[in-house]
């Protein structure tokens, strides 16, 4: 009889939706940490050059974020830890529901910061071909499905805190 | 029993199992990071550490202007010359005021904390001259001003009719000159004669005379000339300089140094004042030293304010343009005067009467230094295509100097035939494709692994504008290096050897252009043949 996996209350899985839920889970996780951990070892990156560039309702808070340094300090550390830590925490599926809303409301700004909408032009070169949906948006839309459908409690290490959890509620 | 607890222990090491499952994968990803930056760290080592044999620190700006008290003049204050006055720290209570609303409209509006956190030169402008009333006022004006750098001023300035009159008053220390060209090499000489210090603004002189005049005068009295080209305070040239003296780009033949505008601004149409009119203007005192002379009339108000599209009194790009950036690669090459020079071009797109060209170009040859520079300008046309240095090796490409949007950085991309750097191509570690060096002026360093939109930033100068705290306008460091080297009886950085081959260099081109026949100079008898 084929496995099933219990991921809700209400919703159970069988084995491939599994896989294929941590694998998605997993390459979301790996971008997000690879994003936060160049901006980290780069001691050059800086936030201003995409927030000067930014476009559409949010261009206004951008550039006072910019102009302002200890702004401009904040939003940097707030880019750089944020994404390393989302990304670590979908890939070792570790706090992974706080990590999906968290990754989606960064990757929100990104998008909403600057997005391809129709009439608004951007000067950095762009590497792929856009009409208001970009891979900014597909990944909020791959977490949300990710927060959803939680897999963490099943492969990954949530799995053992969930345990203890338990053991600690039985005692 | 023994059943149930191995049944545990299973249920155990499975849930260990899948708890620890994309371990692995986080692993991988280590691993591959570690690869990532040992590669990164390996190109930096092969391209960093030869490139910059020492790195400089950023200059910094030391503040000299301790010592006397200079009190200045300024000859000229139209557009340029108000500009140069706010590099000394004077600027009108409109300018002011104007800056100061634009920054609390729009915090990116820099130029108001950029002129109030200029050093304080201690200078004072006690003496106004300009041939227009309007201008003369407005000088006065901002000699008067409190707001600016240094306070409220110790003086304010006199207005005088003529230079003559304003070089009898012996507290004058030194003048600032940005009248036409026309007037440049008599007003710097009176100057001189006088014993007072000259800034004077670029292009030098109208004619290959006038700068023999010039350089003799300077040299025969001792004061101190700066010649107006502000890129001299610029760090990216200075780096440009060692990585070329360094011998990284290898044998260079061929320069190639651009001007590219394409507005009536950049075609010297300039606005004719409003309230300009013969009670106004000075205009016998203005065509004094032209060849041609014109009654006072519609066509004498354009000339006046658009002096720089007719050679009675000015170069054309000549003296506006070409000697910007044939000054900012003697900075970085030390070239010196060509050995020949010839011109070509025409009046192609602006045919409003002018007589100099909006489509001009030179060829310098230095047969000593197996080099040729190369010069091109339009007027109109904004397809910036900078300036290249071009070595058998790689070549360095710099933000043109007299493009709108001025100073940026420069970067260096290896030649794919190149010897110096065969091995490193072939090897894979320098990809021809892209820079392996760039340089953008206030970003902290240089970065020989950067990714191509950083590296395109770097490039528009962005992160050099509000990165940085402190953002200095370089024509006022030109001006302080000016007095601070007063103070001092130094030379400055412009100073009148340099000045003396930007005007003969670009005398030679004129005269070319205007004869048809390419030019030559003669060191020895100091004369174009």
């Known amino acids: 009889m084929e496995s099933r996996h219990s991921i809700n209350s209400l919703t159970t899985i069988n084995n491939a939706q599994l896989y294929g839920l941590v694998f998605l889970r997993v390459i979301v996780g790996w971008h997000i940490l690879y994003e936060g951990v160049a901006k980290l070892i780069n001691p050059y990156w800086s936030s201003a050059a995409f927030l000067l560039d930014s476009k559409w309702i949010f261009s206004g808070i951008a550039k006072a974020i910019v102009s302002n340094p200890a702004l401009l300090t904040i939003s940097d550390y707030v880019n750089v830890w944020g994404l390393t830590i989302i990304g670590f925490c979908l890939m070792l599926g570790v706090f992974s529901r706080y990590a999906c809303v968290g990754g989606m409301v960064l990757i929100s700004l990104y998008y909403l910061f600057s997005p391809p909408l129709l009439g608004l032009e951007y000067s950095r070169p762009g590497e792929g071909s856009y009409l208001i949906v970009n891979k900014n948006l597909i990944e909020i839309f791959a977490l949300y499905i990710l927060y959803l459908f939680p897999t963490s409690h099943k492969i990954g290490l949530d799995r053992l805190l969930q345990n203890k959890l338990n053991l600690k509620g039985l005692s | 029993m023994s059943n149930e607890s191995s049944h545990d222990q299973n249920v155990q090491r499975r849930d260990f199992i899948k708890a620890l499952a994309t371990i692995p994968v986080f692993g991988f ?180 005379q006038e700068a023999l005049d010039i350089h003799d005068a300077v040299k025969e009295t001792g004061m101190i000339l700066q010649l107006g080209h502000q890129n001299r305070q610029v760090e990216a040239n200075d780096k440009a300089k060692e990585i070329i003296d360094q011998g990284l780009l290898g044998p260079v033949n061929l320069v190639e140094l651009t001007t590219n505008r394409n507005s009536q601004w950049g075609a010297w ?83 409003d009467g002018r007589d100099v060209p909006d489509v001009w170009h030179v060829t310098l040859e230095y047969p000593d230094r197996d080099m040729t520079v190369l010069y091109s300008a339009t007027l109109s046309s904004n397809n910036s295509r900078g300036n290249r240095i071009m070595g058998h090796d790689a070549t360095m490409i710099l933000g043109g100097q007299s493009n709108a949007g001025g100073v940026g950085g420069f970067s260096v991309e290896a030649d794919r035939e190149s010897t110096q750097y065969r091995e490193r191509i072939e090897k894979g570690i320098i990809n021809t494709k892209y820079p392996i060096y760039n340089y953008s002026p206030g970003s902290k360093q240089i970065d020989g692994v950067t990714s191509a939109t950083s590296q395109y930033f770097a490039n528009k100068g962005l992160l050099y504008a509000y990165r940085d705290g402190k953002r200095v306008d370089p024509t006022h460091l030109h001006v302080k290096d000016w007095l601070d080297c007063i103070r001092e009886g130094r030379q400055p950085k412009c100073n009148v050897d340099v000045a003396f081959e930007e005007a003969v260099t670009c005398a030679m081109a004129t005269e070319s252009y205007l004869t048809g026949r390419r030019v030559e100079w003669d060191p020895i008898k100091r004369r174009l043949v």
């Open chain 2, 29 to 208: 990803f280590l691993a591959n990071l570690w690869l990532k930056l040992k590669k990164d760290a390996l190109k930096r080592k092969n391209l960093l550490v030869d490139l910059v044999q020492e790195k400089k620190p950023p200059t910094i700006i030391k503040n000299r202007s301790n010592g006397k008290h200079l009190n200045i003049g300024i000859i000229g204050y139209g557009g340029r010359g108000s500009h140069l006055v706010r590099g000394a720290g004077f600027a009108t209570k409109g300018w002011t005021d104007y800056a100061y609303k634009a920054n609390q409209e729009n915090n990116l509006h820099k130029a108001y904390s950029t002129f109030m956190s200029q050093d304080d030169l201690n200078c004072s402008l006690i003496g106004v001259c300009d041939l227009f009333d309007v201008n003369a006022d407005l000088g006065i004006d901002a000699s008067k001003n409190d707001t600016g750098p240094g306070g409220a001023p110790k003086y304010s300035a006199k207005k005088y009719m003529n230079h003559r009159e304003m070089l009898e008053n012996d507290d004058i220390d030194a003048v600032i000159i940005a009248t036409p060209d026309h007037w440049h090499s008599k007003i710097v000489v009176d100057a001189v004669k006088a014993g007072k210090h000259v800034y004077c603004e670029k292009g030098l002189t109208r004619t290959f």
């Open chain 2, 269 to 351: 149409v300039w606005n004719i004042h409003k309230d300009a009119n013969s009670k106004t203007i000075d205009w016998e005192t203005f065509q004094e030293p032209s060849p041609n002379k014109i009654p006072f009339g519609p066509e004498a108000l354009k000339r006046y304010f658009r002096w720089r599209c007719w050679y009675d009194y000015g170069t054309g790009l000549s003296g506006d343009l070409f000697s910007h950036d044939y000054d900012q690669l003697n900075q970085i090459m030390a070239m010196g005067i060509p050995k020949y020079a010839s011109a070509s071009g025409g009046i192609y797109f602006y045919k």
